[in-house]
T-cell receptor, first 113, second 113 residues
């Protein structure tokens, strides 16, 4: 399967714990995006990488959130000191260029108890 | 503020029938408009992408239209199948900000036998 893969698919954690999600984009795609989606809503932009450079971060991305893309390949999204409001589906997408369709992974569903 | 509004919020149709979903946007300057299909618990999958100069584009039984003057788009599903049950999301991109897409909340379509 050469699509975008995300790991884990599901994560249940207690409030205050740290969690880290991984995204492996399609190998030839230099653009990588993270989104957050809650029930009944469209995805909300979190951050964007072009190769290894993080070019944009949403105001939604508080200082508890950090994302990296070392070497311009896979990416990680870490949430520190999780809160119940962080419960959502976290989606990763990649694309080869501007104005190309985004290819989404199937997301990591986070539940904070 | 760039916004994308979709209607209806949800609809139920019988298998074999047609339906049309609507998308209105205020994104400016306009670059392109995309329709995605999202099955429950999975990431969105691209159906169509249209630029300013295109007013219709088809992908199998899915046909999207775009009126850039009135800033409206529609997605028509022909001869619906049970597998068409999903959320359909309208996404608009602005020039110069192609990585920060504006997502609608989606229309949930349920196809019944």
């Amino acid at each position: 399967d050469t699509g975008v893969s995300q790991d884990p698919r599901h994560k249940i954690t207690k409030r205050g714990q740290n969690v880290t999600f991984r995204c492996d984009p399609i190998s030839e795609h230099n653009r990588l995006y993270w989104y957050r989606q809650t029930l009944g809503q469209g995805p909300e932009f979190l951050t964007y990488f072009q190769n290894e450079a993080q070019l944009e971060k949403s105001r939604l991305l508080s200082n508890r959130f950090s994302a990296e893309r070392p070497k311009g390949s896979f990416s990680t999204l870490e949430i520190q000191r999780t809160e119940q409001g962080d419960s959502a589906m976290y989606l990763c997408a990649s694309s080869p260029s501007a104005n190309s369709p985004l290819h989404f992974g199937n997301g990591t569903r986070l539940t904070v108890t | 503020k760039n916004q994308v509004e979709q209607s209806p919020q949800s609809l139920i149709i019988l298998e074999g029938k047609n339906c049309t979903l609507q998308c209105n946007y205020t994104v400016s300057p306009f670059s392109n408009l995309r329709w995605y299909k999202q099955d429950t618990g999975r990431g969105p999958v691209s159906l169509t992408i249209m630029t300013f100069s295109e007013n219709t584009k088809s992908n199998g039984r899915y046909t999207a239209t775009l009126d850039a003057d009135t800033k409206q788009s529609s997605l028509h599903i022909t001869a619906s199948q049970l597998s068409d049950s999903a959320s359909y999301i309208c996404v608009v991109s602005a020039w110069g900000n192609d990585y920060k897409l504006s997502f609608g909340a989606g229309t949930t379509v349920t196809v019944r036998a």
